[in-house]
């Protein structure tokens, strides 16, 4: 089984990605990088890899934007959900850095720590957390947030556990070609595009799962790029496509986007994984 996750090796991703390779694999061998989520959903369709791993929701900070947009834009399926802790780490050479390198989700969820105790360190968004480690270990004066394993020779931990909250978790989806949607699973997850507006009709929208007892675990509004004010759903249910019920209430939501679509990316089940 080919994965493909974001990379440099060491990041959050790749993490959750060793979760999804079959027992007998050599994770190093099975396991490949590259440096967008867009590029992970891209290479998942056209048959370069079996399965991408790429990060979609976390709890202190929300939405991977790019990781939706990816799932609009490309036909795939989700076929499970990996949801694990996330414990960032300080790693520079020194304590003399005067910049702090991560993945834009990294940094936010250390905002409140970096305020506080590097007030004047400079911020840097890039790729990943482990691209951030890349660089911390090529200048002395960069710092890096990520997974204190990434820690060597040349870099050390200043600090553990510095995220804002404790309790900071990430969900992960693994995407697999569109031919392999699943219905099996107590999840779901639908992008849903009405291409129009009117009064109620994100309430018309919810209403045929409201009307089965299906419970609504998250709704995620996205713009379409089409213009200013039109939007795209992410919709995630709890209850898997073999359920009549469900079944009945996509049925019920594509008779009512009508000139719009809706992308069923499958039913999946969920995994918590620690490292
Ligand atoms: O950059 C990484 O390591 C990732 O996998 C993305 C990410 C960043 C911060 C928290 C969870 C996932």
């Known amino acids: 089984m080919k994965v493909i996750t974001l990379g440099p090796a060491g990041t959050y991703s790749h993490r959750a990605a060793r979760a999804v390779v079959d027992g007998g694999e050599d994770p190093d061998e099975a396991i490949s990088f590259t440096e967008s989520v867009t590029d992970i959903v891209a290479r998942v369709a056209d048959g370069t890899a079996d399965r991408g791993v790429v990060p979609i929701e976390n709890s202190i900070e929300g939405s991977v934007t ?3 947009d990816a799932l609009t834009n490309t036909d795939v399926a989700v076929v499970l959900e990996i949801v694990t802790p996330i414990r960032h780490a300080l790693l520079a050479q020194s304590e003399s ?13 250390c905002r409140g720590y ?9 911020q840097e968004a890039v790729a990943s957390t482990a691209r951030g480690v890349e660089v911390a270990r ?12 990434t820690a060597d020779g040349t870099l050390r931990v200043l600090a553990e556990e510095i995220q804002d909250r404790t309790s900071n978790a990430t969900r992960f989806l693994v995407v697999a070609p569109a031919e392999e949607r699943q219905r099996g699973g107590g999840k779901t997850s639908l992008v849903v595009y009405p291409k129009t507006n009117h009064p109620g009709l994100l309430l018309e929208l919810l209403e045929p799962f409201a009307d089965r007892d299906i419970n609504l675990s998250r709704i995620e509004s996205r713009p379409s790029g089409e213009r200013l004010g039109d939007y795209v759903f992410h919709v995630d ?6 359920e009549d019920r469900t079944a009945e209430a996509v049925a019920e939501v594509e008779a009512i986007v009508g000139e719009g679509w809706v992308r069923t990316l499958g039913s999946y089940d969920t995994r918590h994984v620690l490292y």
């Open 66 to 68: 790019e990781s939706l």
């Open 114 to 122: 970096l305020e506080a105790n590097h007030p004047e360190a400079t």
């Open 138 to 149: 090529e200048d002395p004066t960069v710092a890096a947030i990520a997974h204190p394993d």
């Open 97 to 109: 850095f005067s910049r702090v390198a991560s993945h834009a989700q990294a940094l936010a969820q």
């Open 237 to 242: 249910v709890a209850a898997g496509l073999y």
